[in-house]
């Protein structure tokens, strides 16, 4: 939770009936001293399955806290399904930056890779859980995209659903814009980011005889996270333009 909203994710197990029962002292010390809300107020969940529930506030304790369920919302679900594999950078920062962006967005998946000029010794998984779930509390998103473990290129590129792009500034790449607007735009779209270090000629390889569109996004040199936060965004513009 961030700020003075009142939108917060919980899971679907603390749903009991037409209530939420939790004990959970940092939530309830958040509603009571930063948002300052007491019994009575209302409060909206979501628990990843695409629904608001609009809540009253029924039992604000130290620790223990009831919401009463008053209203459920379905929230139109993202016109796409965009699964970003991306190669994490070195800095911790950087992956936060793009799980925050990515679920703001709409990512349906996130996925980090294993190649040949990356690694994964700076990544912290339950620290990324909890700013996916920052994030799609503040943007009013009611599902969550899943943060898969990581994966080594060659099963990513086997196992992607959709349109697979590669994205890659070389010569031989496609523009983006182009590759999306010449065909029906697919139900799901599986985008590929390098490492900083750039994708290796094997890797490219690779990824040509899985059938890729290898893509450029602008002509100019983007950083790994700038190119992930990019090429969702552009694709999800796309998406939204068409539906």
Not at 212 to 225: D, G, M, S
Request: proline content about 5%; aromatic content about 6%.
């Amino acid at each position: 939770m961030a700020g003075n909203q009142t939108r917060f994710f919980l899971d679907s197990d603390k749903r009991i009936h037409n209530e939420w029962r939790v004990a959970d002292k940092a939530l309830a010390r958040q509603l009571r001293q930063v948002l300052r809300r007491r019994v009575g107020d209302t409060a909206t969940i979501f628990d990843g399955t695409g629904v608001d529930f609009q809540c009253k506030i029924a039992e604000l304790g130290a620790e223990n806290l009831v919401f009463k369920i008053e209203k459920e919302t379905a929230i139109a679900a993202p016109p796409v399904q965009i699964h970003l594999f991306w190669a994490p950078p070195k800095l911790p920062a950087k992956s936060e930056l793009v799980c925050a962006k990515a679920t703001e967005i709409g990512a349906w998946s996130l996925t980090p890779l294993q190649t040949q000029f990356s690694e994964k010794s700076h990544w912290r998984a339950e620290r990324l859980q909890k700013i996916i779930v920052e994030a799609a509390e503040q943007c009013g998103r009611a599902t969550l995209p899943k943060l898969h473990e990581f994966l080594e290129l060659e099963t990513a590129l086997q196992n992607a659903p959709g349109q697979k792009i590669f994205c890659h500034g070389g010569a031989n790449a496609e523009p983006l814009s182009q590759i999306l607007t010449s065909q029906n735009l697919p139900a799901e779209i599986s985008v590929f980011v390098g490492p900083e270090g750039g994708w290796s000629a094997t890797e490219l390889e690779l990824a040509q005889a899985s059938g890729c569109r290898l893509a450029q996004l602008t002509p100019h040199i983007l950083r790994a996270e700038s190119a992930a936060i990019a090429v969702c965004a552009f694709c999800m513009i796309l998406a939204c333009q068409k539906s």
